[in-house]
Every structure is written in structure tokens, then in C-alpha cells.
């Protein structure tokens, strides 16, 4: 059973570019979180998407916008790239609210230059 | 506001006991989690605790919680070589139940 898959792993983009990372949740899933960790810190939450609909959004400006579609897959899109989106995007799925329940992707590293 | 630290480094001998500890802020947290990420991984879910409860034990490892002091503790027991990774405490709330707040991680260092 394939948990989840994030593409690219690896990305390296120019500062002002638009960058669209990919995320796909285990079976089962129906909800998908995404996260921000930058080195050295721990994950940050961007926002989470159930039912094709933004739920819950952290401290993130609207640069960051997602989308989720009908088979519970997820985009992430970062928009006017900064030097300081460089990070790790870590993609989380889970059942409805089950924070329990929460399987990590093994994330799409973004360099920014 | 919501927050949770930890110590950025601990160093233990091959078969000693490790122990990670964290603070948070928010005193309406529900569940706290330890997750650990070994590197080019994602994170995985070690164990977790309700926070109605002082003490979890699963296997080697020992979750205690004092809420009084909003301080959570993950005690490793026997310590190998292959536990060598960086260990995020993190929390939920009743105000924010679909995000999970992480600290800065402890990074474990295990040494022969």
C-alpha cells in the first residue's frame, strides 16, 4: 500500500518564478495538510484541503494557494518565489480531522536562487 | 499563541537511556505527538498522548506529561545506533484541531 508521493523531490527554481508541487494521499485519505519546514526548524503548516475546499489556513501569505481534487489528490502553488521559500514542503494526508491518523510524505525539497 | 521548544542537541552512549524534553504554551492542547525524521525522510509518528494522561509506555518508549508545568518528556530506552535522528514534540488544540504545531526538533546523536 503506497503511503504518500510527493513530486518533484527536488526543485530548483528562480527568485520571482511560480513553483506548483504535487502531493498524493494514502489510500483512504480524504484530507491533505501541507507543511513548511525550513532547515533546521520543525514543520510549519501551510493549510489543509478536505473536500476540494481550503479549511484551515496558518500564518502563510496568499503567494501560498493549494487546490485539492476530486480523487483527494492536492497542488501546492507559491507564487513571486523568495529566496526564503527555500524549504522542505512535507505533503500530510489523513482521514477527515484524524490528526492521529497523519502519514508524512518524504517532502519536495525547493531551492530558491 | 501556541508554542513548543526543545533542546537543539543530545549526545547518549550505544545502550544508555535518552531523554528529550519540550515545553509548550498552549494549555488548551489536546494530543501531543513525538515524531522523528531520519534524514532525506519524512516524519513518522513515534507516539502520542492524550492530554488527560501522565504517562504512556510503548516498547522501549516512555511518554510522560506534566501539564501543570506544560512540559512533555520521551525517554528512550536502550538506545542504538539506528535511533540516531532529529525527534519534533508537537501538539494539537481544540481551537486549531486540523494543524499540528512542531518545535525545532532535538537532534539525537548516538556515540559507541
Redesign the interface.
Known amino acids: 500500500d503506497a503511503g504518500?508521493t510527493q513530486s518533484p523531490t527536488h526543485l530548483i527554481k528562480t527568485r520571482g518564478q511560480q513553483v506548483t508541487l504535487r502531493c498524493s494521499p494514502k489510500s483512504g485519505h480524504d484530507t491533505v495538510?501541507w507543511y513548511q519546514q525550513a532547515l533546521?526548524?520543525?514543520?510549519?503548516?501551510i493549510f489543509?484541503y478536505y473536500e476540494e475546499e481550503e479549511?484551515?489556513r496558518?500564518n502563510f501569505p496568499d503567494r501560498f494557494s493549494g487546490h485539492q481534487f476530486p480523487n483527494y489528490s492536492s497542488e501546492l502553488n507559491v507564487n513571486a518565489l523568495l529566496l526564503g521559500d527555500s524549504a522542505l514542503y512535507?505533503c500530510?494526508s489523513s482521514q477527515d480531522?484524524a490528526?492521529?491518523g497523519?502519514t508524512?510524505?518524504?517532502?519536495t525539497r525547493l531551492t530558491v536562487v | 499563541g501556541e508554542d513548543?521548544e526543545q533542546s537543539l542537541f543530545l549526545s547518549v552512549r550505544e545502550g544508555d537511556s535518552s531523554v528529550i524534553n519540550c515545553t509548550y504554551t498552549d494549555s488548551s492542547s489536546t494530543?501531543l505527538y513525538w515524531y522523528k525524521q531520519e534524514p532525506?525522510?519524512?516524519?513518522?509518528?513515534l507516539t502520542?498522548i492524550f492530554s488527560n494522561m501522565d504517562m504512556k509506555q510503548d516498547q522501549r518508549l516512555t511518554v510522560l506529561l506534566n501539564k501543570k508545568d506544560k512540559h512533555l518528556s520521551l525517554r528512550i530506552a536502550d538506545t542504538q545506533t539506528g535511533d540516531s535522528a532529529i525527534y519534533?514534540c508537537?501538539e494539537?488544540s481544540y481551537s486549531?484541531?486540523?494543524?499540528?504545531?512542531?518545535?525545532?526538533?532535538t537532534r539525537l546523536s548516538i556515540r559507541p
Open positions: 504518500v495538510s533546521g526548524q520543525g514543520p510549519q503548516f489543509q479549511r484551515q496558518g512535507l500530510a480531522r490528526v492521529i497523519y508524512f510524505g518524504s517532502g | 513548543v494530543y532525506g525522510a519524512g516524519l513518522q509518528l502520542y519534533f508537537a494539537t486549531s484541531a486540523s494543524k499540528i504545531i512542531f518545535g525545532s526538533g
